[in-house]
Structures are given as C-alpha cells and as structure tokens.
C-alpha cells in the first residue's frame, strides 16, 4: 500500500469510526430501554473497542503524516544555512 492510499484509508477510518460509535450508543440505548440488559451491555463494550480502534488509527494517521512530509526531501534541505549548529 502506498502512502496516499495509506493516508486516504486512515483519514475514511478516523473519520467514520465516531459514526460508527453513535450508532452503536444508540443501540444500546434503545435495547436498555427495552430492558435487554445483555445486548446493551454487548453494545457497550463493542462502542469502548471501537474507540480503542479509533485512537489507534488516529495516531497512526498522525504518523503517516509524518512519513507524508519528509518523504522526497533529503535531510540537507531541512535545515537552511542559519540553522546549523555552530562547531568548535
């Protein structure tokens, strides 16, 4: 896979994972209040493991971001003449 593809898949993920969270706390609460105490609660561990996923894929979209920037640019053309450090 490459890194826009990489980036175009993370960015749908992290963007549709919370939908995905909002229909899952929905559910839960209307089985709760059908008093299906079971699925609720089925529900809401399946809303906490879509979150964990979230944050996951949150940090590596930031990564691959990272990746994105740098990629194409050698290390001599990131820092500019002022930059440098002085030598002794």
């Known amino acids: 896979m490459t890194v826009p ?12 994972l919370p939908l995905l969270q909002t229909v899952l706390n929905w559910a839960g609460g209307l089985l709760r209040g059908m008093d299906d105490e079971a699925a609720a609660e089925t529900l809401a561990q399946l809303h906490t493991g879509v979150g964990v996923v979230w944050l996951v894929t949150l940090v590596g979209l930031v990564v691959m971001l990272a990746l994105d920037s740098r990629h194409g640019q050698p290390v001599d053309e990131l820092t500019s003449a002022g930059d440098e450090p002085d030598r002794l």
Do not use: P, R, T, Y
Not at 5 to 16: C, P
């Open 5 to 16: 593809k990489a980036i175009q898949f993370l960015l749908v993920l992290v963007l549709g």
